[in-house]
C-alpha cells in the first residue's frame, strides 16, 4: 500500500502545525512535511521560480523544526519530514544536533528533505555565493553523518571545516534520519546516489520515470542498491494532470515512487480545510 503525506508551509495565518499533525495521524496520512524560508529579501531582485508574483506566505513560514517538534509531542506515528531543508542556510554543527534531538523527541520519526535554494539575495544574507549553494549542501550533508554516527567526529571540506569533536545526542535512527533530495535538476541523480537515501521531486512538467532511472544507475556506479531508495513525489489537485489526480497517482505507483505528498497551500484555515477533507477522501480510495 502507498503512503501518503502533506506538505505545506506553516504560517500565522494558517492551520498551526499541532492542528494539522493531530488531523493528518486521525485521517490516515503517514507523515506531514513542512517547508523553510528563513526570510526574503525585500529587494526582490530573484523572480520567483514558479512564475508570477511571489505568493504572500513565502514571508511568513513558520521554522520547521519547532513546529515539527510541537506535532512530535501530539502524535504517536505520525512521520515528520521537512520539504524542504534549505541546508545552505545553516550552522551545521547546530544543524545536526537540531535533527538528532527532534528524531530523538519523535522516536525516529524524523524525514529530511533538502534543496539548496532558488533566492540569490536569501543565500547571500547566510554567507553563501549562490553558485557554490550545491557544494555547500554536499559538504553539509556528509559532515553531519559524521556528527550523527561517530563519538568523535571531525570533518574537513571546503565549506565545511572542523577538528574533532563530541556532539551528543545521536539521532534515534540509526545512520541518521533518511536525507531525501528535493531537487529535479540533470544533476540531482548523482547527487541522490552520491549522499542521499531518496528522491523528493515535485511533478512538474519533468521526466519522472526517467529520473528514477537516472538515480537507480547512478547509485549502481556507486555499488548502491537503487531499489531501497526512498522515492516520493509532490503534486497538487490544481496541476490538473491528464486522466485526474487518482490515475496519476496509480502511475506513480506504477513508476516505483512508494509515497506520494499533496502540497498544501498557505491560506486561510477555512480554504485548507476542504482541500485537506477532499485528499482524505481521495486516499481512501488506496487503502
Known amino acids: ?21 493531530q488531523w493528518c495521524e486521525a485521517h490516515g496520512f503517514e507523515s506531514l512535511w ?32 519547532i513546529g515539527l517538534t510541537a506535532v512530535a509531542a501530539v502524535t504517536s506515528k505520525l512521520k515528520l519530514g521537512t520539504a524542504v531543508c534549505l541546508v545552505p542556510e545553516h550552522n551545521v ?32 544574507d547566510h554567507g553563501v555565493d549562490f553558485k557554490d549553494r550545491w557544494k555547500v549542501t ?12 561517530r563519538d568523535l567526529a571531525e570533518y574537513h571540506g571546503k565549506f565545511v571545516n572542523f577538528d574533532a569533536m563530541w556532539c551528543w545526542p545521536k539521532p534515534m535512527q540509526a545512520g541518521g534520519p533518511p536525507v531525501l533530495m528535493g531537487a529535479w535538476s540533470q544533476w540531482a541523480p548523482k547527487r541522490a546516489a552520491e549522499y542521499c537515501n531518496g528522491w523528493l521531486p515535485v511533478d512538474a512538467g ?36 491528464p486522466g485526474g489526480l487518482e490515475a496519476r497517482i496509480r502511475e506513480y505507483l506504477k513508476m516505483g515512487f512508494n509515497r506520494v505528498m499533496f502540497m498544501i497551500p498557505a491560506l486561510g484555515p477555512d480554504k485548507q480545510w476542504p482541500i485537506l477533507e477532499r485528499y482524505a477522501a481521495l486516499i481512501r480510495k488506496f487503502a
Not at 500500500?1 to 499533525?21: K, L
Not at 531582485?45 to 520547521?64: A, C, M, R
Open 93 to 124: 554543527i547546530n544543524l545536526a544536533k537540531m535533527i538528532a534531538c527532534l528524531d530523538r523527541v519523535s522516536n525516529g520519526r524524523f524525514l529530511f528533505g533538502i534543496g539548496a535554494g532558488w533566492n540569490v539575495e536569501e543565500m547571500a
Open 34 to 65: 513542512l517547508g523553510e524560508h528563513s526570510h526574503i529579501p525585500a529587494s526582490r531582485k530573484t523572480p520567483f521560480p514558479l512564475g508570477g508574483e511571489l505568493p504572500e506566505s513565502y514571508k511568513q513560514f513558520f521554522d520547521p523544526y
Open 1 to 21: 500500500m502507498a503512503d501518503f503525506g502533506i506538505s505545506t508551509a506553516a504560517t500565522q495565518v494558517s492551520i498551526q502545525p499541532i492542528e494539522m499533525g
Open 138 to 149: 554536499r559538504e553539509s550533508i556528509l559532515a553531519m553523518r559524521e556528527i550523527w554516527t
Open 206 to 241: 519533468i521526466d519522472l520515470a526517467a529520473g528514477i532511472a537516472a538515480m537507480r544507475a547512478a547509485a549502481a556506479e556507486r555499488g548502491r542498491t537503487g531499489e531501497h531508495f526512498d522515492l516520493s513525489v509532490m503534486t497538487a489537485e490544481e496541476m490538473n494532470p
